[in-house]
Structure formats: structure tokens, C-alpha cells
């Protein structure tokens, strides 16, 4: 019969006004040591490779922890604009791991997507959801069922263009009717400002 809405913590951090001298040191120290507890398994560990900053440094720090050649896994678009393999490749050989990649047809989202739905058992705001339940399905016909990947680097990292995209929606909306505010999409989104587009979508949002 009542509804309450308040903080049920507050995080306090006194030893963090300083930083350290050897931050970048502790910082690799503490990732590549929660990585490789993650490798702690009795079946193969892969990861998983987007050619993005977060799952690359995940993917590099899964290989320095690995007593056994690593496994890596991604999926592309089978048109040229979307294709992001080149960059999948590129994580792969520098890491030096066993790659296995997939290319999806454009409309491999969509016929998957009640499935994905199913799954998620949630309301999407993005398509990202389908992409991961492609390569769950590539990584696990391979067989291996187990995996590393760059999800929750993003916070830390800022690798992912939603975290830049919400910083400039809360930039727009102290003046929305700034149009010069809203080409800041153009950074973070495709560039064609047509009705169809990331940019035009975004600024609509």
C-alpha cells in the first residue's frame, strides 16, 4: 500500500582524491588478473572479438592468462558497410589467437529476432542483442561453450558510441532547439543526415 524511492547505498571512495603514480600499472595488474580468474575452467575458454576496444583488450588479456592456444570468435555483415572484419582479423592476429568468424546476410537480424526476443525476455532498444545470440550460436557449434568478452568494458573504457551518444542527448536537451548541438551526432553515428539515418534518428530521439 506504499511506495518508496530512495538510495540503498552511496558509494565513498576517500582514497581516490590522489592517484597513485603507478595507476596504469595497478590497472593492468587488476584486469589481467580478473580476466584470467575467468579462465578458470575444465572445459576451453574462447573469447569473443568485435574489433572494438573492449573486447580487444579482453581477447589480448585472455591470451596472456591462457596456458592453452586461444579461441576467438566473431560475426560480420555481408555488406561492405557494415563489415567489420577487417578490424575482427586484425585483433585476432595481433593476439594470436585461433579465429573463427561468420558473416550474416542483412537480414539474418531479422528473421532471428522473435527468437532473440524470446530470449531476452525484455523489451530492445537496440539490435546488438541478435548479434550476440549469432555468435553464441557460432561460438558453441565450434564447441566451445564458455567465453570471454568485452561487455562491461564499455563504463570503463567508453569504447561503445552509446555511452558518447547519451552524454550528447543530455547535452541537447538544455537547449533541444540548438541545431548546432545536434550535428554532434554526426560524430558518433553515420554521417548521412537523411530520415533513414543513425544521425537523423538520433536527433529525432
Not at 591462457?66 to 572484419?85: G, I, K, M, N, T
Not at 527468437?115 to 548479434?131: F, I, K, R, S, Y
Request: with cysteine; net charge negative; aromatic share 8%.
Amino acid at each position: 500500500g506504499a511506495f518508496w524511492l530512495r538510495h540503498y547505498y552511496e558509494l565513498d571512495y576517500p582514497e581516490a582524491t590522489e592517484e597513485p603514480a603507478d595507476v596504469v600499472e595497478q590497472l593492468d595488474e587488476i584486469m589481467l588478473r580478473s580476466v584470467g580468474m575467468r579462465l578458470r575452467a575444465v572445459v576451453p575458454v574462447g573469447a569473443y572479438v568485435s574489433g572494438g576496444l573492449d573486447s580487444s583488450i579482453t581477447a589480448s588479456l585472455a591470451r596472456s592468462a591462457s596456458q592453452h592456444p586461444l579461441r576467438s570468435f566473431s560475426v560480420s555483415y555481408a555488406v561492405p558497410e557494415l563489415d567489420e572484419s577487417h578490424h575482427q582479423q586484425d585483433v585476432a592476429a595481433a593476439v594470436g589467437s585461433v579465429h573463427t568468424a561468420a558473416v550474416l546476410e542483412l537480414d539474418a537480424i531479422a528473421q532471428s529476432f522473435p527468437d532473440v526476443l524470446w530470449h531476452t525476455e525484455t523489451p530492445l532498444l537496440q539490435t546488438a542483442p541478435a548479434l550476440m545470440f549469432h555468435l553464441a550460436k557460432v561460438t558453441r557449434e565450434s564447441g566451445i561453450n564458455v567465453v570471454v568478452g568485452g561487455d562491461g568494458a564499455d563504463e570503463i573504457f567508453l569504447g561503445s558510441d552509446l555511452f558518447k551518444q547519451s552524454s550528447i542527448r543530455r547535452f541537447c536537451l538544455r537547449h533541444p532547439e540548438s541545431l548546432g548541438r545536434q550535428q554532434l551526432f554526426g560524430r558518433v553515428g553515420v554521417t548521412d543526415d537523411d530520415d533513414g539515418s543513425d544521425t537523423g534518428s538520433l536527433r529525432r530521439l
